[in-house]
């Protein structure tokens, strides 16, 4: 049985000494430590080391490894997953994600909440899974694949401003409406949207118009003419945010029973990409 770290024995990390190139630095932790609820009033104190925890679900995260296969040395994965789904639960990934999101805003001397942002859908091919109650996915007649569809929301920096996992089966227009109909005023100065062809028609202006009257959409199209690869404006993106995503191997498919645990890889993933920005900036 591989030694269990504690508050009383946790080691100090640096860039040179990790055990796992997905552990946080003491820097990374500086980051995240305040931002862990502390154990509930009334019960036993916590004697499992929270840093450690989230060591666990990054090297889940990176490596694409199943829970059974976690390494020893890292906590039980009973413990693990019990923390990934009450952190997802409780808003403590989100309100992660949000903080981490505006230090990076101020890094590069941007306003907190943006005014532009570009939208974007991603299928995902799903690995064969077993279980019961595993949430359903659909068809991409598009893409021929069947599995999820995974649709985020970044600002112009590139950074994930906010995420949906749905059926692979649902139109882009559908999917875009029902990410800004959950952004539940969280970025209350968008002004301008780019998205591509996907996205164009009355009826996906007309839902808009009702969600977020004040949000205008560009569509950028690619050129009739254009052979081969083409960059276009904007729409680069957030298909680097996607490439910069698909480096965590866990997200090379759709390996989770619930879309909920996709949704919260999916913010982890994001949540490592902004701490290794904010690490390397003051490195």
Same mark, same amino acid.
């Given at each position: 049985?591989?030694?269990? +770290?504690?508050?009383?024995?946790?080691?100090?990390?640096?860039?040179?000494? $990790?055990?796992?190139?997905?552990? /946080?630095?003491?820097? =990374? +932790?500086?980051?995240?430590? #305040?931002?862990?609820?502390?154990?509930?009033?009334? &019960?036993?104190?916590? =004697?499992?080391?929270?840093?450690?925890?989230?060591? &666990? /679900?990054?090297?889940? $995260?990176?490596?694409?490894?199943? +829970?059974?296969?976690?390494?020893?040395? /890292?906590?039980?994965?009973?413990?693990?997953?019990?923390?990934?789904?009450?952190? =997802?639960?409780?808003?403590? $990934?989100?309100?992660? #994600?949000?903080?981490?999101?505006?230090?990076?805003?101020?890094?590069?001397?941007?306003?907190?909440?943006?005014?532009?942002?570009?939208?974007?859908?991603?299928?995902?091919?799903?690995?064969?899974?077993?279980?019961?109650?595993?949430?359903?996915?659909?068809?991409?007649?598009?893409?021929?694949?069947?599995?999820?569809?995974? #649709?985020?929301?970044?600002?112009?920096?590139?950074?994930?401003? #906010?995420?949906?996992?749905?059926?692979?089966?649902?139109?882009?227009?559908?999917? &875009?409406?029902? %990410?800004?109909?959950?952004?539940?005023?969280?970025?209350?100065?968008?002004?301008?949207?780019? *998205?591509?062809?996907?996205?164009?028609?009355?009826?996906?202006?007309?839902?808009?118009?009702? /969600?977020?009257?004040?949000?205008?959409?560009?569509?950028?199209?690619?050129?009739?003419?254009?052979?081969?690869?083409? %960059?276009?404006?904007?729409?680069?993106?957030? =298909?680097?945010?996607?490439? +910069?995503?698909?480096?965590?191997?866990?997200?090379?498919?759709?390996?989770?029973?619930?879309?909920?645990?996709?949704? *919260?890889?999916?913010?982890?993933?994001?949540?490592?990409?902004?701490?290794?920005?904010?690490?390397?900036?003051?490195?």
């Amino acid at each position: 049985m591989g030694m269990m +770290w504690t508050t009383e024995n946790r080691p100090r990390y640096n860039r040179d000494k $990790l055990r796992y190139p997905s552990d /946080l630095t003491d820097e =990374e +932790w500086g980051h995240l430590e #305040h931002l862990i609820p502390p154990a509930k009033r009334g &019960g036993r104190p916590r =004697e499992i080391d929270e840093r450690e925890v989230l060591n &666990g /679900l990054l090297y889940v $995260l990176s490596t694409g490894c199943q +829970w059974r296969y976690i390494p020893r040395d /890292l906590p039980p994965r009973s413990t693990l997953f019990d923390y990934f789904q009450r952190w =997802e639960y409780d808003g403590t $990934l989100l309100r992660i #994600h949000y903080e981490l999101y505006q230090k990076c805003r101020e890094l590069v001397d941007r306003q907190a909440s943006p005014t532009a942002c570009v939208i974007d859908s991603q299928s995902v091919k799903s690995a064969e899974k077993g279980g019961a109650h595993i949430d359903p996915s659909g068809y991409d007649a598009g893409k021929k694949i069947k599995g999820k569809k995974r #649709h985020i929301l970044v600002d112009t920096e590139g950074l994930l401003m #906010h995420a949906v996992v749905h059926p692979a089966d649902v139109q882009e227009r559908d999917g &875009g409406i029902l %990410v800004l109909a959950t952004l539940f005023g969280l970025y209350p100065f968008l002004k301008k949207l780019f *998205a591509d062809g996907g996205y164009q028609g009355p009826k996906f202006r007309a839902e808009l118009a009702k /969600l977020l009257p004040g949000l205008a959409v560009e569509i950028v199209k690619r050129s009739d003419t254009a052979q081969g690869f083409e %960059v276009l404006p904007r729409r680069w993106v957030v =298909e680097r945010t996607f490439a +910069w995503l698909n480096r965590c191997r866990r997200l090379a498919k759709d390996f989770e029973n619930r879309t909920r645990n996709a949704l *919260a890889f999916l913010r982890l993933a994001s949540i490592r990409l902004m701490l290794r920005k904010l690490s390397n900036s003051n490195g």
